[in-house]
């Protein structure tokens, strides 16, 4: 028989992108697929689109090589337990733990991700407004923009959409109205399958105004979110190419607006392929998780 523990846990979100963080600094949990998903469970557990496992990038096999120039690991889960290379929104609310649990300050820094280090600056916190206020930056690192045509659908509709990779695979589809992305209860077909051999996170985009978008996301292995960054870095370069603002083409950054349902964030594009991701970062809250809970929601 075990020995009845209790894990630490906090609850966090960015823009309404919320995540279960597992601080495990020498990686001793094993956080297998199936004990995320109970974690995940918005009825019968803590809930969240996803677990952000914080462990240091040397107790990480994953991560030990990027150790040197990044002490934290972002062992980042989808709800369903799957493994994702990258998430953006989930950056910043890790940035965010960080800070609240006082191994970083507010400035630079830099995070381990499977998706290579991100460098990240937590903007100054305003006094007597608690870990919410404040935005955080990340520095997403450039895309990539595979070639070949891809269609969503949805129900009798089809888009043309864009392939664009972000660390993580998204579809990005301009559309007349983000009602006609419907109900997105399971995920949206996307062709040709083999574009997306991994599977693919797709972005549902309308015009809100000058370099101002908006979108709805159904997320790999999380079904739809009220928000996801990598998605919205995706469609501000594909809104950037469509609307002829490459920024390798003009030499200017380009900077999109783009609402979630969650909320706002702002995304640059710099000549050079890089791009920044800035908004929200929340901890709603902390406390304990019974191991013999999840021992029993395993079986
Ligand atoms: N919500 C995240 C993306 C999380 C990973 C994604 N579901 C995937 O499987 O690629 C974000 O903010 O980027």
Not at 1 to 27: A, C, Q, W, Y
Not at 109 to 138: E, M, N
Not at 187 to 197: D, I, Q
Request: aromatic share 4%; glycine share 12%; with cysteine.
């Amino acid at each position: 028989m075990s020995t009845r523990t209790r894990i630490p846990f906090l609850k966090g979100h960015g823009t309404e992108n919320d995540f279960v963080i597992v601080p495990d600094p020498e990686n001793t949990l094993d956080l297998t697929p199936e004990a995320v998903a109970a974690l995940c469970d918005r009825r019968a557990g803590i809930g969240g689109d996803g677990v952000l496992h914080v462990v240091r990038s040397a107790a990480h096999p994953e991560a030990r090589e990027m150790a040197a120039e990044a002490e934290w690991f972002m062992d980042y889960r989808n709800g369903d337990g799957s493994i994702a290379e990258m998430c953006g929104n989930g950056t910043r609310v890790f940035a965010r733990y960080l800070q609240h649990a006082g191994h970083v300050t507010e400035g630079d820094l830099a995070i381990a991700t499977r998706a290579g280090v991100k460098s990240v600056h937590i903007a100054k916190t305003v006094p007597d407004s608690g870990s919410a206020a404040g935005d955080v930056t990340i520095g997403m690192g450039s895309a990539r923009l595979p070639e070949g045509d891809v269609t969503v659908s949805v129900g009798e509709r089809s888009w043309p959409a864009r392939n664009v990779n972000m660390g993580n695979p998204h579809a990005v589809a301009f559309v007349e109205d983000l009602a006609h992305a419907g109900t997105l209860y399971s995920p949206p077909p996307v062709s040709p399958a083999a574009a997306y051999p991994d599977g693919v996170n797709v972005e549902f985009v309308v015009d809100r105004g000058p370099r101002h978008v908006a979108m709805r996301v159904h997320e790999r292995g999380s079904g739809e979110t009220r928000s996801c960054g990598t998605g919205a870095c995706a469609v501000a370069v594909a809104a950037a190419r469509r609307d002829g603002a490459d920024p390798a083409v003009t030499g200017t950054p380009a900077t999109y607006t783009v609402d979630v349902p969650g909320g706002r964030l702002v995304i640059t594009e710099r000549p050079d392929g890089e791009i920044e991701m800035t908004g929200p970062a929340v901890i709603v809250a902390e406390g304990e998780i019974d191991s013999e809970w999840l021992e029993n929601a395993l079986r």
